[in-house]
């Protein structure tokens, strides 16, 4: 895809007119879209949200888990020494925790993902934004996002995340 969308990139630049495509006159940036999830006030807030919206339950999860690890070893470790019962019974409980470990696990992990989306495409609208009113504020013909290489004086990430954060309640 990203091979397909840069063909198309460079067929477009290079069927331009020639008196139009030289550098002076053609004006292209670059916003490096990882750098915005990571730098952008928006998007460090929505982390440190996310985080604590998640953080009890991963406590929660941990504990479960260290649960199952105890009753693990304590199989392991008494196993000789018990009755086949009572083996039994703790095998049977050590694989009903572990399951419902592993559910808990699965669902944290997609509940998690979808907030995390949820988050992005927020700041990924909130970009776009900024990224247009830059477009035209500073007359640029072509902003790309996410292509495998590019000059750094084409990249204007620093640019948005300003915008972003002069943007309310973008800090």
Do not use: H
């Not at 490096?32 to 982390?47: C, H, I």
């Not at 572990?98 to 993902?113: A, G, M, T, V």
């Not at 007359?139 to 996002?145: E, P």
């Amino acid at each position: 895809m990203k091979k397909t969308v840069a063909g198309l990139l460079l067929a477009l630049i290079a069927s331009l007119p020639a008196s139009y495509a030289s550098a002076d006159q053609l004006k292209i940036g670059y916003v490096n879209t990882q750098r915005l999830f990571r730098d952008a006030p928006a998007a460090v807030k929505a982390a440190k949200k996310i985080e604590q919206e998640f953080s009890q339950r991963d406590k929660d999860l941990q504990r479960l888990a260290k649960q199952v690890q105890g009753l693990q070893e304590s199989l392991e470790k008494g196993a000789l020494t018990m009755s086949e019962a009572e083996r039994r019974a703790k095998e049977k409980d050590l694989g009903e925790l572990s399951r419902e470990f592993q559910r808990k696990q699965r669902e944290f992990r997609e509940d998690l993902n979808l907030r995390q989306n949820e988050e992005n495409a927020a700041i990924i609208e909130k970009a776009n934004k900024a990224i247009k009113q830059l477009a035209d504020s500073e007359k640029y013909d072509l902003i790309v996002q996410d292509v495998v290489w590019v000059s750094p004086r084409l990249d204007i990430t620093d640019k948005v995340i300003k915008a972003l954060s002069d943007q309310p309640g973008g800090k």
